[in-house]
């Protein structure tokens, strides 16, 4: 009995206090954020009865003008940046990874860290650096100006293409950590055993690098494909209104417009198409391993 | 033969890539120190940007209030985040097994939404109760709140890469729970307990959005200030504020390596004392 009491007791003191914190301060205000999404819009644009689906039917584009998809772009254009984003850092991150672990143990350290320390600094202050570096004026505008891909004395910001530079800059250490740790881990028997059956460097990669960093390559994706589907800073300063994401379209119904309702909706439809993602990268991270282990 | 070729692409490659990951910071380091007011033209040397941003009382308080965000909540995100991460350890296969949906929750949940949910409640709170008016109070709570499962993680994940007969051991020698504490689960969480702090630390630091959104008018940090002084247009000290920052960060970057290097060095002697 006393045990039994002991036990409790010990189980309050160390968790209660970090569980309570999220019970509170998270789970209670995401309850009080879906429910909102069912009210209707009042006069200050705070939420009132009666209970609707009014702001569903306002972001799925139906206002007093009839039907306009601009909301409905913006939702595919979160998704279609993520993707782009997203491909971009894999492409960046696998060669990053590889060479990292090929070089000498005691330099591998310092080698990730310069690979982190960018990500240290605020977000803000990244974006500034490459508002910076894509103002008008600037070496690099000049070049993309004078191979015409910007008007002269045009920035490259805000532009879509900065928007995707941001998301890569910002997100490219958490790709490059994970595949480094399953490089490291990577079983160089089966690679050398693939060299010696003369398979082409891409055969060698597809059926013996792969499938050993595959773990890898899932962790890295949900970490990085998830906060760059949630992305608000970068979009804001670097995109300016060309490349708005679903975050900054659910922002601005809390700051500027005023519609709370509808800014909830907005939420709900970011967190399930969040778990929509998390479950299709499960599924193909199964499908990849051949079914053989649970990736995620 | 084809692999030299690959080594040499592949130092390029990293290369550019230094390039890509410190071009930014080294122009906003650079500009800094320019003269005139442009990202685009050097000027000259000057400190004028410096000398400004220490005359600015609202910068100076926007400073305070970002090193003490980020130290208080880092402090209690460590101590409730570890014995979190403990428990979880501890009762995870047992009662508790539906903890590891409330830690994942904040881990995943967009920081937009996070920081909206957050503003909204604390309102919605605030209007009834009078309590957790915006400002640093608020911060520090929702801080701690996105912090606290990052740290019960890096916790948690060290208890189970540790051998099971450990706890019996303990458990043997009747060790009263505040020995076990003492001499067996500090000792080893030591190295645990520095990486969440380093992590909690670099989370609350990076983060804009859930701070935006849960600041008051008296709570301003660096990168709010920042944020608003873009929007305004007003941008000539930017550039400082955002060297300051970076420059600390480099600092901290410089530390952990050092501890790093101290703590591979002392972790066999401090096995072979305490086994």
Redesign the interface.
């Known amino acids: 009995m006393s045990v039994l009491h002991r036990e409790t007791r010990h189980m309050l003191f160390t968790v209660a206090p970090g569980a309570l914190c999220i019970f509170v301060f998270l789970v209670l205000p995401s309850v009080y954020l879906v429910g909102m999404a069912f009210l209707t819009n009042g006069p200050y644009g705070l939420p009132t009865l009666p209970l609707s689906l009014q702001s569903f039917r306002e972001l799925a584009g139906f206002g007093f003008l009839g039907w306009s998809p601009g909301n409905l772009y913006t939702l595919i254009r979160s998704v279609w940046q993520t993707l782009l984003a997203t491909a971009l850092v894999i492409l960046l991150a696998y060669p990053a990874a590889y060479y990292i672990s090929t070089r000498p143990a005691r330099w591998r350290p310092l080698m990730l860290l310069v690979i982190v320390v960018p990500s240290w600094t605020n977000q803000v202050i990244r974006s500034v650096g490459w508002m910076n570096i894509f103002a008008p004026g600037t070496p690099v505008s000049d070049f993309a100006a004078l191979l015409g891909l910007t008007a002269p004395q045009m920035g490259l910001f805000p532009s879509q293409f900065a928007v995707i530079v941001g998301l890569v800059y910002n997100f490219l250490p958490f790709m490059v950590l994970p595949l480094y740790a399953a490089f490291e881990r990577l079983d160089t028997e089966q690679v050398e055993a693939a060299k010696d059956l003369f398979a082409s460097p891409m055969a060698v990669f597809r059926h013996a690098v792969f499938p050993q960093t595959l773990p890898g390559l899932m962790a890295g994706t949900v970490l990085v494909a998830i906060p760059a589907f949630g992305m608000y800073v970068v979009t804001e300063l670097l995109g300016g209104g060309k490349a708005t994401m679903i975050g900054n379209l659910v922002a601005r119904q809390f700051a500027q417009a005023s519609n709370w309702p509808l800014g909830a909706a907005g939420a709900i439809i970011m967190i399930a198409v969040t778990l929509i993602g998390l479950k299709v990268l499960r599924d193909l991270g199964r499908r990849l391993s051949g079914d053989r282990e649970v990736v995620l | 033969m084809?692999s030299v070729r690959l080594?040499y692409a592949?130092?390029v490659?990293?290369g550019l890539?230094?390039v890509?990951?410190?071009?930014?910071?080294a122009?906003?380091v650079f500009?800094s120190f320019n003269s005139i007011n442009?990202?685009?033209?050097f000027a000259g040397f000057s400190l004028q940007w410096y000398e400004r941003l220490f005359r600015n009382e609202a910068i100076v308080s926007a400073l305070m209030n970002t090193v003490v965000l980020a130290l208080a909540s880092t402090l209690i995100a460590v101590v409730?985040?570890g014995?979190?991460g403990?428990?979880?350890y501890?009762?995870r296969l047992g009662?508790?097994s539906w903890?590891v949906w409330?830690?994942y929750?904040?881990v995943?949940?967009?920081?937009?939404?996070?920081g909206?949910?957050?503003?909204?409640?604390f309102v919605?709170i605030n209007e009834r109760l009078g309590i957790l008016s915006p400002g640093l109070g608020t911060m520090v709570?929702?801080h701690?709140?996105f912090q606290?499962?990052f740290v019960?993680l890096l916790v948690n994940a060290r208890l189970l890469s540790l051998d099971p007969q450990l706890f019996e051991a303990c458990h043997d020698l009747y060790a009263a729970?505040w020995q076990r504490a003492r001499f067996f689960l500090l000792p080893v969480l030591r190295p645990a307990i520095l990486s969440s702090f380093l992590l909690a630390l670099?989370l609350s630091?990076?983060?804009?959005?859930i701070s935006f959104?849960t600041a008051g008018p008296q709570s301003t940090t660096?990168?709010i200030y920042?944020?608003s002084a873009?929007k305004k247009g007003v941008t000539p000290e930017?550039?400082a504020i955002?060297t300051l920052?970076?420059g600390s960060?480099?600092l901290?970057?410089l530390f952990?390596?050092l501890a790093?290097h101290g703590s591979s060095g002392g972790k066999q002697s401090k096995g072979g004392t305490k086994a």
Request: cysteine-free.
């Open positions: 084809r080594d592949l130092r490659f990293w890539l230094l890509f990951l410190y071009a930014p910071l122009v906003v500009f442009s990202s685009a033209r409730i985040g014995l979190l403990y428990g979880f501890r009762y009662r508790l903890l409330l830690i929750l904040p995943i949940m967009p920081d937009i939404v996070f909206i949910a957050e503003m909204t409640f919605a709570i929702a701690v709140t606290v499962p019960a729970p670099t630091i990076d983060d804009f959005v959104f660096l990168p920042i944020w873009i930017v550039n955002a920052m970076i960060v480099l901290v970057a952990s390596l790093q």
